[in-house]
T-cell receptor
Framework: GQNIDQPTEMTATEGAIVQINCTYQ??????LFWYQQHAGEAPTFLSY??LDGLEEKGRFSSFLSRSKGYSYLLLKELQMKDSASYLC??????????WGAGTKLIIKP | GAVVSQHPSWVICKSGTSVKIECRSL??????MFWYRQFPKQSLMLMAT?????????EQGVEKDKFLINHASLTLSTLTVTSAHPEDSSFYIC??????????FGQGTRLTVV
């Protein structure tokens, strides 16, 4: 079966750096997505990786290793507003999106 | 980015009645639509995946006879909560994607069953 694993919950301190991991086992691979969701709001698109390596966008970076079935989302200079859930999703060989259960990130002062 | 319109944004209904929520992709053809539910202080939970013209695939624990999903066209999917009860009160949200786009989310529907 297809599966995406990410930690259920993480806690970090304001101003610090946190890395949210995502591992996947899917039938084929056609890209990996990260989304941010604040409770009660629609998720917002953060990043897309289809080739190995690091994609940087301001304070957020996303890394992909296709051979390891692994990605991470790196958040730097954490702010209280970064408290949210972070969703990892993989597009498989049939172009179906497979969703992880999300990681709830709690930022403490 | 592409726009996904979800309607209504909030609804209050009486226990035992049915409620229909619509999800429309306004400027692209969505081959796949997803429906999620989120209870207070919990993560978004995927309920079902629907491909245009096919029956929806429901996640484990989601009652397909209670949550009816229709994806009759490439721009419209509907979720009907049948015989709603107070425990069905939640935030429901849809997303739409195609082979070449990421998933775009609707604004969500807050359902309250009284």
């Amino acid at each position: 079966g297809q599966n995406i694993d990410q930690p259920t919950e993480m806690t970090a301190t304001e101003g610090a750096i946190v890395q949210i991991n995502c591992t996947y086992q899917t039938s084929g691979f056609n890209g990996l997505f990260w989304y941010q969701q604040h409770a009660g709001e629609a998720p917002t698109f953060l990043s897309y990786n289809v080739l190995d390596g690091l994609e940087e966008k301001g304070r957020f970076s996303s890394f992909l290793s296709r051979s390891k079935g692994y990605s991470y989302l790196l958040l730097k200079e954490l702010q209280m507003k970064d408290s949210a859930s972070y969703l990892c999703a993989v597009r498989d060989s049939n172009y179906q999106l497979i969703w992880g259960a999300g990681t709830k990130l709690i930022i403490k002062p | 980015g592409a726009v996904v319109s979800q309607h209504p944004s909030w609804v209050i209904c009486k226990s035992g009645t049915s409620v229909k929520i619509e999800c429309r992709s306004l400027d692209f053809q969505a081959t796949t639509m997803f429906w999620y539910r989120q209870f207070p202080k919990q993560s978004l939970m995927l309920m079902a995946t629907s491909n245009e013209g096919s029956k929806a695939t429901y996640e484990q624990g989601v009652e397909k006879d209670k949550f009816l999903i229709n994806h009759a066209s490439l721009t419209l999917s509907t979720l009907t909560v049948t015989s709603a009860h107070p425990e069905d009160s939640s935030f429901y949200i849809c997303s739409a994607s195609s082979r070449v786009t990421e998933a775009f989310f609707g604004q969500g529907t807050r359902l309250t069953v009284v």
